[in-house]
């Protein structure tokens, strides 16, 4: 289990603007379990496997999928993340 405090990438993006683009409401609407997400934790973005999802409460159960450099979190560890916390989508 994950107590990490992820970035908040809806911020960052309104900081920095010309860094990045961030996934809109109707690419957020369409994720779905068995989708990556990248977020970004310690200066380290990575993605993400979707194993669960609540849209009323905007929020998203995970694992790692990436091994790591910068964080202790290792390939498969479960993440809790919010829908600001999202950088980029991989549909699969």
Avoid: H
């Amino acid at each position: 289990m994950s107590k990490n405090i992820f970035d908040n990438a809806v911020k960052l993006a309104a900081k920095y603007p010309n860094t990045f683009q961030l996934p809109n409401v109707s690419m957020l609407s369409k994720i779905k379990v068995g989708d990556n997400v990248k977020v970004c934790l310690n200066n380290e973005r990575f993605w993400c496997l979707i194993k669960g999802l609540d849209f009323d409460k905007q929020t998203i159960v995970a694992s790692v999928d990436n091994i790591l450099q910068l964080n202790e979190l290792k390939l498969g560890d479960i993440v809790y993340l919010n829908f600001y916390n999202i950088y980029d989508i991989k549909y699969n």
